[in-house]
């Protein structure tokens, strides 16, 4: 598996920056529930509206956004096994993404998965930590995948670093990390909500 991977943080920046003025998921074939439409998650622009998606036993509610600069939504695609953040049917960037584990493997097992994908040096030594990035339902875990050493967010010259574990891990300029969903133990979820507010609700991926 060798997904698409850029930032979507780029992407949804120019987002920010059009609507500005308009401001106020490897799994199995299993029908995914994705609960109520979110009441508590305000829409992007006055352009958007939320849809359901779905695709590889995973469901979620995104915003379906037409604006000025396109035709922005968050859609399936079948040959990077992810959601993607598309612009006019163009792939932006993977937002979501289920990672397979075999019977008896914890989360962590998603480590070894990214580096025979090539998404991670086969010497890296970063490993998936417990982490609370954000709320998630009652439990579902979260992790990030970071490095040993923690990485300062500015190097001395003042530069942002790039992810030091590559595009699955850690970052300072972004928001990523997996959860792990006890009652679907077969899959590891990859989240990446990028630098601005996503367009879709990542704890509709969790309904029951």
């Known amino acids: 598996m060798e997904p698409l991977r850029r930032g979507p943080s780029a992407a949804l920046a120019g987002l920010a920056l059009a609507t500005a003025g308009l401001l106020a998921a490897c799994a199995g074939p299993r029908a995914a529930s994705v609960g109520a439409q979110p009441a508590d998650v305000p829409l992007v622009a006055a352009g958007c509206r939320w849809e359901r998606v779905s695709g590889g036993g995973l469901g979620l509610w995104a915003q379906a956004c037409d604006l000025a600069t396109g035709r922005w939504r968050v859609a399936w695609s079948p040959s990077s096994k992810a959601f993607e953040l598309q ?19 914890g989360p962590e097992a998603v480590v070894a998965a990214l580096k025979a994908a090539g998404q991670l040096p086969a010497q890296s030594g970063c490993r998936l930590a417990p982490a609370r990035v954000r709320p998630l339902p009652v439990g579902v875990a979260g992790y990030v995948l970071a490095p040993p050493v923690p990485v300062p967010a500015v190097t001395a010259s003042g530069e942002i670093p790039e992810p030091p574990c590559g595009p699955y891990g850690a970052s300072t300029h972004g928001v990523r990390y997996f959860a792990f969903d006890p009652q679907r133990p077969d899959r590891v979820v990859f989240i990446d909500e990028g630098q601005d507010q996503p367009l879709f609700d990542a704890r509709s991926l969790f309904a029951r």
């Open 87 to 105: 612009v006019d049917g163009r792939p932006q960037a993977v937002v979501v993404q289920a990672w397979p584990l075999a019977r008896g493997q």
